[in-house]
């Protein structure tokens, strides 16, 4: 069964940045639908920046601009580097993947493969 490993999460401070990665187990995943999604406390689970399989992104509005979402395909990661951060941006951020083609997609129902999450605190 293909896992997806996160890592990068930690606590800052307000305007710092952060990168998060996401690790397949298998190498070909890379090249598949994939996506951040995050959930905060009390909030439902959010579509944050999705690629599609042919690099096509979307962002979802509060990230555009400080977010960007990018595979590495050297070292056979997706990433998402978060600048600028903000308080808001707290949660625990997960990676999502679909072997389908198509449009990058933020509804969490587009993926079936989820990785376990990593935790971002952002204190003012």
């Known amino acids: 069964q293909v896992q997806l490993v996160e890592s990068g999460g930690g606590s800052v401070q307000a305007g710092r940045s952060l990168r998060l990665s996401c690790a397949p187990s298998e190498d070909s995943v890379i090249r598949s639908s994939m996506a951040w999604f995050r959930q905060a406390p009390g909030k439902e689970r959010e579509g944050v920046a999705a690629?599609?399989?042919?690099?096509?992104?979307i962002y979802t509005d509060s990230v555009k601009d400080r977010f960007t979402i990018f595979k590495d395909n050297f070292n056979n990661t997706m990433n998402l580097q978060m600048n600028s951060l903000r308080p808001e941006d707290t949660a625990m951020y997960y990676c999502a993947a679909d072997r389908r083609l198509g449009s990058p997609d933020l509804r969490s129902s587009a993926y079936d493969i989820w990785g376990q999450g990593t935790q971002v605190t952002v204190s003012s």
């Open positions: 690629i599609s399989w042919n690099n096509n992104i």
